[in-house]
């Protein structure tokens, strides 16, 4: 059913009517074989199970009647004992569209499902296809046997696999019928589609949206997983939560498997005093609430079954539904009770309340990536609207986003605006370092085997011209004072090689700040555990300062104690509140000399590969060499120059009248395919003049 349809009763029938294309009346047969379309996983269905054949099926058990307006035409389908469904033309029909109307002979029929449907059909719908990722090995295989047309015609229809990029993954089976693979074939073949696409978001399943008829709305969304059997390859399956609540005199829930009813029975009950029980499909809840009632949605492309009855096991994303259920509620109260009259809440306690509605606005409903700064001004007007005040931004970025989640886990999909950069030795590459650039980022394997962490940026250079990160296979890290965040997830993300062993380094001011810098990089905060790999403190530490005689400046006073690293000693700790040492303070020459004496202390060597990788690279640049130099050989042999450019003139000559339309293929293929590129179309078309005409 969708957003458009009307349903009802007249004259004893039940009927659906909408104004889509049309049906065969065919379909109506009980017998007929599934179709291969059923077995594509989208967020779409409802997966009650009550779709045209079990209507056509309850009419002929009941002894019923049906009737189908449809194309233009009327008909009264007639059930045969064979299971067949045989239409008698009734004449024209007057309605537009298609209208199905049915009486379940005695039966009496309770429309509330489909009302319940029709009602919550509007919102957001996944406009993508289904994705390589929502199968098992065996899901995979199983669609390939029942779909009709080619393996082509069936990699079309996934998710990132149209056009030019889907006729390169099925190139080895050009007109093979699908259902002729193996099952090996046709896990080879997920495998490849999964390596050419992402997962789809949860976001992007589509919602039913906020309602104004209900005082409470919370959404939350995850990923579960469905092993294969006797296949390498899992599900990995997404799903979004939508909870409604408003306070009722008893409790009662409506459960929607993507906006359509379910038909396991769920039940919410009082269990005891202020708390509530939820039972049933796979869950088994309970949370501190007087009497609501919630309608819950699940969107997904797919949700195992309990029973033959079509009854979902909704116990795969009960942690979900029981952290989204229970924010519904709480809000549903505050919405009921209010404030006491003169209470002003804090900074803290708005920025806890409306987060989830500014995280859903900067994203565009979960739809894309948001910085950190574009959060905070999702949230700025519901602070002034409150307060009359503008948030701090930092007391936001540090305390408030930062405590969230410090208990709640990263923001999914926020990224923080680079801070930081990397060098890499030998490679001469700076990489800008952030969320994103740290989500994506991958050590070269053999190339460094230290990395130091340096306070301030501008050392960089100097380093890089006397070729010190070079000498010591050393890659250099800074974020410009403190360690962000994402500086501190690719430390860790570096010391998970364990293949090649990583010495880390951190060098900074003698102040106060600079021997934070080094205990923040190295111990716990708030939002990230303490890191993975140990950091060596290079200094400058006071001590050190004193003794080299660098120079020495005063500190302003300020009313407060400057906060000092643990590992200083008491009598440099009262020395920081009024003195500090830059290490600019040294001259080039004597930096230089300073920071290479502290290295060699720690230094193991250069980096050497174990004797198979050494072994394996010079065998792969000999084989490259060679190839060229004998490929170079053949093509003068063989003139290849000259048998190329006859063989693109023959070419050109068969396609010549087929290339005049060149431009309006390549507009049109764009205008259905937007995100592909006009190279990849003429790229897809020379693949398939050289299959017609081979070399």
């Known amino acids: 059913m969708c957003g458009h349809c009307e349903i009802g009763f007249e004259d004893g029938f039940f009927y659906v009517r909408d104004q889509g294309p049309g049906l065969d009346p065919a379909l109506f047969s009980i017998n007929r074989p599934l179709r291969s379309s059923k077995y594509l996983r989208l967020p779409t269905r409802g997966a009650l199970g009550n779709g045209l054949r079990v209507v056509a099926g309850a009419v002929a058990a009941s002894g019923g009647e049906l009737y189908v307006s449809t194309k233009g035409r009327r008909y009264r389908i007639h059930f045969q004992p064979d299971g067949t469904a045989q239409p008698e033309s009734l004449g024209d029909a007057q309605e537009m569209g298609t209208m199905i109307s049915f009486q379940l002979g005695r039966l009496p029929i309770n429309s509330s499902w489909a009302q319940t449907a029709v009602r919550y059909a509007g919102g957001e719908s996944y406009r993508g296809k289904t994705s390589p990722w929502w199968y098992t090995s065996e ?6 046997q029942a779909f009709g047309g080619t393996v082509r015609e069936l990699i079309q229809q996934f998710d990132g696999c149209t056009g030019g990029k889907g006729g390169k993954i099925a190139a080895i089976y050009p007109k093979t019928p699908a259902g002729d693979l193996t099952f090996a074939e046709t896990e080879g073949l997920l495998g490849e589609m999964r390596t050419a696409v992402k997962n789809v978001r949860p976001a992007r399943l589509g919602r039913i949206g906020e309602r104004e008829e209900w005082s409470s709305y919370s959404k939350g969304e995850g990923v579960f997983y469905v092993e294969s059997a006797k296949g390498e390859h899992r599900a990995e399956i997404p799903f979004a939560v939508e909870v409604y609540a408003e306070a009722s005199s008893s409790p009662d829930i409506t459960v929607l498997l993507n906006k359509s009813p379910i038909t396991g029975g769920v039940s919410l009950y009082d269990r005891e005093k202020h708390e509530l029980g939820l039972l049933g499909c796979g869950l088994y809840l309970s949370f501190r609430s007087k009497p609501v009632r919630l309608l819950l949605n699940i969107m997904t492309p797919y949700m195992p079954l309990v029973t033959d009855g079509k009854e979902p096991d909704l116990s795969v994303v009960e942690d979900v539904i029981e ?42 409903n979960g739809e894309y990536r948001f910085s950190l700064r574009q959060l905070y001004y999702a949230v700025r007007p519901y602070v002034i609207r409150e307060t009359g005040r503008e948030p701090d931004y930092n007391y936001f970025c540090r305390d408030l986003v930062g405590g969230y989640e410090a208990r709640h886990g990263d923001i999914p999909l926020m990224y923080r605006d680079e801070r930081g950069t990397l060098y890499h030795p030998h490679r001469s590459e700076d990489i800008s370092i952030g969320t994103i650039a740290v989500e994506n980022y991958r050590k070269p394997l053999w190339t460094f085997n230290k990395v130091l962490y340096i306070e301030k940026e501008g050392f960089f250079n100097v380093l890089k011209e006397r070729k010190i990160p070079e000498k010591y296979d050393m890659a250099l890290l800074t974020s410009k004072g403190y360690a962000s965040r994402a500086v501190r997830d690719l430390l860790d993300a570096l010391g998970e090689h364990a293949e090649e062993e990583i010495i880390f380094f951190c060098i900074h001011d003698a102040d106060a700040y600079g021997t934070t810098i080094y205990e923040t990089l190295q111990n716990e905060t708030g939002a990230r555990p303490g890191r993975k790999v140990k950091i060596i403190n290079l200094g400058l530490d006071p001590e050190e300062a004193v003794a080299m005689e660098l120079e020495i400046e005063k500190v302003e ?8 690293a643990s590992y200083i000693e008491p009598q440099w700790e009262g020395w920081l509140q009024r003195n500090r040492v830059e290490l600019n303070a040294m001259s080039t020459p004597q930096f230089l000399a300073w920071l290479e004496e502290k290295l060699q202390r720690y230094d193991k060597g250069k980096v050497i590969p174990p004797a198979s990788v050494l072994r394996e690279s010079l065998e792969q640049s000999l084989e490259a060499g060679i190839s060229r130099a004998i490929a170079q050989e053949i093509l003068e042999q063989h003139n290849h120059a000259g048998r190329v450019a006859e063989a693109v003139r023959q ?14 293929r390549v507009r049109e293929e764009l205008r259905q395919e937007p995100v592909s590129h006009w190279q990849d179309i003429v790229e897809d078309l020379s693949e398939t003049m050289l299959k017609i005409r081979p070399f």
């Open 139 to 144: 899901n995979f295989f199983e669609l390939f």
């Open 323 to 364: 952290e989204t259920a229970a924010r519904a509620v709480r809000r549903a109260g505050k919405v009921l009770t209010g404030l006491p009259a003169g209470k002003k809440r804090s900074h803290k306690e708005i920025v806890a309340d409306c987060l989830e509605q500014a995280i859903a606005k900067a994203s565009g």
């Open 557 to 564: 006073k300020s009313g407060r104690r400057r906060g000092v």
């Open 651 to 664: 070419v050109k000559a068969d396609w010549e009248e087929r290339l005049t339309g060149l431009e309006e």
